[in-house]
Every structure is written in C-alpha cells, then in structure tokens.
C-alpha cells in the first residue's frame, strides 16, 4: 500500500507539473520604427561644354559630398577651411565656387570634371514693386 501511495503521490505531482502551466501571453513583439531621415539633402546635375555629366549629392547634415562621374563613385568631406563648397578626400577635391563645379584629382593635378553653373531666371531677378 506504501509503494500504491508513493507511486500514485509521484503520478500527482508529475500530473500537476504539467497540468498547471498555463500558456501565458505571447511574447510581445516590438518593433521601433525606423527613425526618419532628417539630413538635409541635396541633389544636383551638371553638364560640362562636352556634355558630360556629374551628379553631386550633399548631405549638409554629416557634411559630405557623393559624386557620381563616368560610372564612378568618389565619396567627400567637407572642408570647412576652403570657401563656399568644398570637399574632399586624399585623392580628389570636388568644390562649387561661385558657380564654378570642379572636380580634381589632387595628387596629379588633373581636372576630372568643370563646368560654370548656368543661372537660371527663377528667383534671381528682383522685381519692382508699385
């Protein structure tokens, strides 16, 4: 009778173990969304007197220049020590000076890319106002 009890006592609590788990909750999943891109991007194409072009976006928020020429990618930073807009990087200085777009390939000296930015009559005119 002893060994009924003990086996049936054993039986009991192997029964509760199990029996007495109640699926919880599920796992809350949480997801953050993705924090929105506050740079302050801009974008710009220009054209030389041959026809090439060179595609220039700065992020003026991290302060650096992606320039897109003939299939190649350069990626700049800016010099704050030079006037208006400059960037570079060890081997090349991209810069926008007074309307002037070049970009350099400083250890040979050679011009990859100029053009002089054409100004367009969109808000550069002031008007008279009666």
Do not use: W
């Not at 919880?24 to 974008?43: L, Q, Y």
């Not at 777009?101 to 008007?127: C, P, Q, W, Y």
Request: net charge neutral; hydrophobic share 35%.
């Amino acid at each position: 009778m002893k060994k009924l009890f003990i086996s049936a006592l054993i039986g009991l609590a192997a029964l509760s173990s199990t029996a007495c788990k109640h699926p919880g909750k599920e796992a809350e999943i949480v997801t953050e969304a993705a924090p929105e891109n506050r740079d302050e991007i801009s974008k710009d194409v220009f054209t030389d007197s041959y026809g090439e072009k060179i595609e220039v976006t700065i992020n003026h928020t991290k302060g650096t220049a992606t320039i897109h020429l003939e299939g190649k990618t350069y990626d700049l930073k800016k010099s704050d020590a030079l006037p208006e807009y400059t960037a570079s990087n060890e081997e090349y200085q991209y810069s926008n000076i007074k309307g002037n777009i070049t970009l350099l390939k400083k250890n040979v000296d050679m011009v990859l890319f100029h053009a002089k930015r054409e100004k367009n009559g969109s808000g550069s005119a002031k008007m008279a106002s009666y």
